[in-house]
């Protein structure tokens, strides 16, 4: 929980220095907008994890608009210690969902630390920016390029939210 909370106070000040820098900064476009993405268990949890473990967790999605696009950077605590996980850009479909990894192979994968701290950043083109973001552990120390893999048998959805610009930024 401490480690937690260390986090979103980390996260919390680099947002707010951002926001007064670019307040002061003609060439920047916005300032970054957070999305916290809460943990589900929509494919179960793998077996190596404990259940209390896995829904510690806690993401969080800082976005800032560029020139060559969105770029997101994704804060994670309390993840499965030297875990290996991918970042997905998900769409609802007319049934189901679509998934693409965000940012693109290989800068959708991360490791997290001995100590469950992981940190990621992508860039999303303007017009391809996902209705959400997804983060998917690897149980099996592997990823699978434009597939997340085997859900529910190797790789688990951890966390699952809203983009964090969708609604805030102006995507021509």
């Not at 680099?14 to 907008?33: R, W």
């Not at 994890?49 to 997101?72: K, L, N, P, R």
């Not at 609802?92 to 950043?121: I, K, Q, S, W």
């Not at 997340?148 to 939210?161: A, D, I, K, N, R």
């Amino acid at each position: 929980m401490r480690n937690t909370i260390a986090l979103l106070v980390a996260v919390f000040i680099s947002v707010m220095a951002f926001g007064a820098v670019a307040a002061q900064d003609d060439m920047a476009e916005e300032a970054p907008t957070v999305s916290i993405l809460p943990v589900v268990e929509m494919d179960g949890i793998p077996e190596n994890v404990e259940a209390e473990a896995w829904t510690d967790a806690t993401v969080i999605a800082v976005a800032t608009q560029t020139e060559d696009g969105v770029e997101v950077t994704i804060f994670g605590a309390e993840l499965v210690p030297d875990g290996l996980y991918t970042t997905w850009a998900v769409n609802e479909a007319l049934v189901g969902m679509d998934v693409a990894p965000a940012g693109g192979t290989p800068a959708n994968e991360f490791r997290a630390d001995e100590n469950g701290f992981g940190v990621n950043t992508i860039t999303i083109a303007a017009d391809a920016v996902p209705d959400a973001l997804a983060l998917a552990y690897h149980s099996d120390d592997m990823t699978y390029g434009d597939n997340p893999g085997p859900m529910g048998e190797v790789s688990f959805t951890q966390v699952m939210g809203g983009f964090p610009a969708a609604e805030s930024m102006d995507m021509e």
